[in-house]
């Protein structure tokens, strides 16, 4: 089946850019989405097919997906987006595969 | 506004079974597929599986084949998911969310204990 990896943790200061990673086989030809997960808090989607931003998600969110390697970018990272960030992609047509989730700690 | 509101934490004995639902408003159910999504204590997020409220069509993970259900009634815009035979691993946080995941319910916490 199909697999994607994420690393496990990032930690930046605020004001700075934050990129999680996301990679698995050809995954440019998946359409990839991001999300956020705040503790006790159900996951918000951030980024839909690779790079379009979810309403009323910050201009700072931004995504891109080349290669084997998907990439989410928080521009000028504020405390508040700390949280666990996941990316999702299509395994099928309709399957979906998460990756293991990156803890991103801003200090 | 798009709302979807699952029921309620449910404890349960291993080999029991446990249904849990999942009710939206807002837009047309049939219009989209329902996706289901576990998350264990302190674990990632693991899609389960979905189901087309407008032919009941199926699909599932392949770790859930053969113990989970899910199914759609029409008449209540509202989704179930079925897990049969709990094990102690079952335990987890149980998600509906929208095909194109941009809306997700509360949360149904399930609990396996003897």
């Known amino acids: 089946s199909y697999e994607l990896t994420q690393p496990p943790s990032l930690s930046v200061s605020p004001g700075q850019t934050a990129s999680i990673s996301c990679s698995g086989h050809?995954?440019?030809?998946?359409?990839i989405s991001w999300y956020q997960q705040k503790p006790g808090q159900s996951p918000v989607r951030v980024i839909y097919q690779d790079a379009k931003r979810s309403s009323g998600i910050p201009e700072r969110f931004s995504g891109s997906n080349s290669g084997n390697t998907a990439t989410l970018t928080i521009s000028g990272t504020q405390t508040m987006d700390e949280a666990d960030y996941y990316c999702q992609a299509w395994d099928s047509s309709t399957a979906w595969v998460f990756g293991g989730g990156t803890k991103l700690t801003v200090l | 506004e798009v709302q979807l509101v699952q029921s309620g934490a449910e404890a349960k004995r291993p080999g029991s079974i446990v249904r849990i639902s999942c009710k939206v408003s807002?837009?047309?159910?049939?219009?989209?597929?329902m996706r289901w999504v576990q998350q264990a204590p302190g674990k990632g997020l693991e899609w389960v599986g979905l189901?087309?409220?407008?032919?009941?069509?199926?699909k599932y993970a392949e770790k859930f084949q053969g113990r989970v259900i899910m199914t759609a009634d029409t008449s209540r815009d509202t989704a179930y998911i079925e897990v049969t035979n709990l094990r102690y691993e079952d335990t987890a946080m149980y998600y509906c969310?929208?095909?194109?995941?941009?809306?997700w319910g509360q949360g149904t916490l399930v609990t396996v204990s003897s």
């Open positions: 807002g837009y047309t159910f049939t219009d989209y597929s």
């Open positions: 969310t929208t095909d194109a995941g941009d809306y």
């Open positions: 050809k995954l440019e030809d998946k359409y």
């Open positions: 189901v087309n409220p407008k032919n009941d069509e199926t």
